[in-house]
């Protein structure tokens, strides 16, 4: 078992590329998810922020932190989110959220790119 995080880190990154060189290796989303909550950084629902972005922009959920996992379910700029885990996977660093809608009180969690993020207070 790896211990150190940054080298959790690269060893995702390392399996993520390789699967992504040839298609018949192409990894599912739910195997990179596996692997991303396995390796990834942890905050707790200590850390939030909220959502930037131009009005009428659209922060999509992911269900790993890949562009090809990418889900049907987003959020817009300033909508308030918990971080619960971020990892670096092929140069980008995402954020496994969770946003709990006000009108429907209806949770969403899901993988979304860190750059989507302002600034994160601790709580």
């Not at 211990?3 to 990179?32: I, R, Y």
Request: glycine fraction near 4%.
């Amino acid at each position: 078992m790896i211990k150190d995080k940054s080298m959790k880190k690269l060893l995702l990154l390392a399996v993520a590329t390789t699967f992504s060189v040839g298609a018949w290796a192409s990894p599912t989303c739910d195997k990179l998810a596996k692997i991303a909550d396995l390796n990834a950084s942890n905050y707790g629902d200590e850390a939030t922020a909220l959502i930037q972005g131009k009005k009428g922009a659209r922060v999509y959920f992911h269900t790993a932190p890949s562009a090809q996992c990418k889900s049907k379910a987003f959020i817009i700029p300033n909508d308030k989110v918990a971080i619960l885990q971020d990892i670096v996977s092929n140069n980008e660093t995402w954020a496994y959220v969770s946003f709990v809608n006000n009108k429907t009180s209806k949770n969403t969690q899901g993988w979304i790119k860190k750059n989507s993020l302002g600034e994160m207070t601790f709580n």
